[in-house]
């Protein structure tokens, strides 16, 4: 009897454990052709954000007053949410929802009262290059470095680099109204996670700025060789190097042939 026990105990248990969902998918499992923003947000959001954006001890919320159209089309344009995993980081990817779904999700988290800005209407082509560039210079670069090759960052990361042609002046407008990333009063960030700073920028400035960061990622290299971009300090130096180093060989050579004539 104690064996018949035993032997329904186990089947119980497998049984048990076979119906256990886990409370986490990758969205790659669940993919399909759904486009309800109420249905995709529940699915792919909600275990970390909350079935209302109120946030859990796993995602910050999503009704402050940075969220709106505007953040949650960058983070899911970039790819860098939905997250493959509860322990993933969000890094730019290629987008796994289209287009249609970012758009029905968009418009469901717009119901949790977030006060931040919507998606920007970007014109780089009204912008102004020279402006540009010096509002990059002065407010971007420390960060992205001069030439848009990103940066380490004092908080243990790095700055993403920003001469990746699929970044688009819209996800770059964006970036710059709501600052995108984990903020640094959330407890969920964790310790050096930082984020990016949001800008009070005017619509010209905006385009300014996107006609600049398009320069340098379609702009080609004007003065000569790129030399990876590395900056103009280190490319000047290379500069320095490679014309000092020729003259001091050319008069090595002229010397040398003046004391053969000798």
Same mark, same amino acid.
């Given at each position: #009897?104690?064996?018949? +026990? /035993?032997?329904?105990?186990? +089947?119980?248990?497998?049984?048990? &454990?076979?119906?256990?969902?886990?409370?986490?998918?990758?969205?790659?499992?669940?993919? *399909?052709?759904? !486009?309800?923003?109420?249905?995709?947000?529940?699915?792919?959001?909600?275990?970390?954000?909350?079935?209302?954006?109120?946030?859990?001890?796993?995602? @910050?919320? +999503?009704?402050?007053? /940075?969220?709106? $159209?505007? &953040?949650?089309? =960058? #983070?899911?344009?970039?790819?860098?949410?939905?997250?493959?995993?509860?322990?993933?980081?969000?890094?730019?990817? !290629?987008?796994?929802?289209?287009?249609?779904?970012?758009?029905?999700?968009?418009?469901?988290?717009?119901? =949790? *009262?977030?006060?931040?800005?919507?998606?920007?209407?970007?014109?780089?082509?009204?912008?102004?290059? $020279?402006?540009?560039?010096?509002?990059?210079?002065?407010?971007?670069?420390?960060?992205?470095?001069?030439? *848009?090759?990103?940066?380490?960052? !004092?908080?243990?990361?790095?700055?993403?680099?920003?001469?990746? @042609?699929? %970044? !688009?002046?819209?996800? #770059?407008?964006?970036? #710059?109204?709501?600052?995108?990333?984990?903020?640094?009063?959330?407890?969920?960030?964790?310790?050096?996670? $930082?984020?990016?700073?949001?800008?009070? =920028?005017?619509?010209?400035?905006?385009?300014?700025?996107?006609?600049?960061?398009? &320069?340098?990622?379609?702009?080609?290299?004007?003065?000569?060789?790129? %030399?990876?971009?590395?900056? @103009?300090?280190?490319?000047?130096?290379?500069?320095?190097?490679?014309?000092?180093?020729? %003259? +001091?060989?050319?008069?090595?050579?002229?010397?040398?042939?003046? $004391?053969?004539?000798?």
């Amino acid at each position: #009897m104690r064996k018949w +026990l /035993l032997l329904l105990g186990i +089947l119980l248990a497998g049984c048990s &454990y076979g119906t256990t969902s886990a409370p986490h998918r990758p969205p790659s499992d669940v993919m *399909g052709p759904e !486009t309800r923003g109420p249905v995709l947000y529940a699915r792919d959001c909600a275990w970390c954000h909350g079935s209302n954006g109120e946030g859990t001890a796993r995602g @910050p919320n +999503l009704n402050g007053d /940075l969220d709106g $159209g505007a &953040y949650t089309h =960058f #983070m899911l344009s970039t790819g860098r949410m939905p997250l493959s995993s509860p322990t993933a980081r969000a890094q730019r990817r !290629t987008a796994v929802l289209t287009p249609t779904q970012i758009d029905a999700v968009i418009e469901h988290v717009k119901t =949790f *009262g977030g006060t931040g800005p919507d998606i920007p209407k970007v014109e780089p082509t009204t912008g102004h290059l $020279g402006t540009g560039s010096e509002l990059y210079l002065s407010n971007c670069a420390a960060c992205h470095s001069a030439t *848009g090759t990103g940066g380490a960052l !004092t908080s243990r990361r790095a700055a993403p680099h920003l001469t990746n @042609p699929d %970044i !688009t002046p819209v996800q #770059m407008a964006e970036a #710059m109204l709501v600052g995108p990333g984990c903020r640094n009063n959330d407890s969920t960030c964790g310790f050096g996670s $930082g984020a990016m700073p949001n800008f009070d =920028f005017s619509e010209t400035e905006v385009n300014s700025i996107t006609a600049y960061v398009s &320069y340098l990622q379609h702009g080609g290299d004007h003065g000569g060789f790129a %030399i990876g971009r590395i900056g @103009p300090v280190a490319e000047g130096a290379v500069g320095w190097i490679i014309g000092l180093g020729s %003259i +001091l060989l050319i008069g090595r050579w002229v010397g040398t042939r003046m $004391g053969d004539n000798e």
